[in-house]
């Protein structure tokens, strides 16, 4: 009978300590960021979709081998911007080629890696790159303003 409760009281303490250990993490999820870009003319400062220098239908994102990339444009209320949310979930590396009516406006290469340390799963950008264009980063919105022109 002895032999019986010692093996019965190590998984009673293994199942207690696991409880445990899930109690003190909970649900623990950060999405990666989203890419989101506005088109600006570099002399006059205005959005290019807003002034009507171009157009929504014509936007394509493509990978390195000219696939389309799916993308969302936010036309609501003329905000008028451009939203790459399919990077960063899982560990990869892109290089896109953002397109108007086939006419390359940028690149954009990033290398991201999905981590999961101290109960939450989270992306690090190791890189970000956009090439072939002058653009800056808003650090309170999170938007690239691309300049155009």
């Known amino acids: 009978m002895k032999n019986l409760i010692f093996p019965f009281f ?4 293994f199942f207690i300590s696991s409880c445990c250990y ?4 909970g649900e623990c999820f950060s999405p ?9 003319d570099s002399d006059m400062g205005e959005n290019l979709f807003t002034n009507g220098t171009f157009n929504s ?8 081998s000219d696939h389309p990339i799916e993308f969302t444009f936010i036309g609501e209320n ?3 911007l451009i939203e790459i949310n399919t990077i960063g979930w899982q560990t ?11 006419e390359k ?12 340390e101290d109960c939450c799963s989270f992306t690090r ?23 155009v022109g």
């Open 10 to 13: 190590i998984l009673a303490i």
């Open 22 to 25: 899930e109690e003190e993490c």
């Open 32 to 40: 990666p960021n989203y890419f989101v870009f506005e088109l600006v």
């Open 57 to 64: 239908d014509d936007i394509e994102v493509l990978d390195a």
């Open 78 to 80: 003329e905000i008028n």
């Open 92 to 102: 990869e590396i892109v290089n896109y080629r953002i397109n108007i009516a086939s």
């Open 105 to 116: 406006l940028f690149d954009l290469y990033v290398d991201a890696k999905r981590l999961y």
């Open 125 to 147: 950008y190791n890189e970000i790159e956009i090439g072939n264009v002058e653009f800056s980063l808003s650090t309170e919105t999170g938007i690239y303003t691309i300049f």
